[in-house]
């Protein structure tokens, strides 16, 4: 089993920062690919990024694309998500998952592709 626990949500302006952190449990964690997910108020949730376990090949949605950088500390079993130039279309709860395929090359963008999901963080992006 893996727990996985984000932070780093909250309030801010159009064109600012945030950094989401995923901390997991288990000594599992560097084997699992990671991705993250958002979800909007009446909206499906979406992907929006994932990185091989090895922390090679990131791969983002288009909304992301230059503006969202994921990224892994294995020795600290942490993905992270940089989030840059903001836009309200950002607003969200954001979720990251695990792959529960050990040492996969395949890195999915589809919600049944993950294993594990943690809780969510709110990210609110105000114009």
């Known amino acids: 089993q893996v727990q996985l626990v984000e932070s780093g949500g909250g309030l801010v302006q159009a064109g600012g920062s945030l950094r989401l952190s995923c901390a997991a449990s288990g000594r599992a964690f560097s084997s699992y690919a990671m991705s993250w997910f958002r979800q909007a108020p009446g909206k499906a949730r979406e992907f929006v990024a994932a990185?091989?376990?090895?922390?090679?090949?990131?791969y983002y949605a288009d909304s992301g694309k230059g503006r969202f950088t994921i990224s892994r500390d294995n020795a600290k079993n942490t993905v992270y998500l940089q989030m840059n130039s903001l836009k309200p279309e950002d607003t969200a709860v954001y979720y990251c998952?695990?792959?529960?395929?050990?040492?996969?090359?395949?890195?999915?963008?589809?919600?049944?592709?993950?294993?594990?999901w943690g809780q969510g963080t709110q990210v609110t992006v105000s114009s």
């Open positions: 990185i091989r376990w090895s922390g090679g090949s990131p």
């Open positions: 998952a695990a792959d529960g395929s050990y040492y996969s090359d395949y890195v999915g963008a589809r919600e049944g592709e993950y294993d594990y």
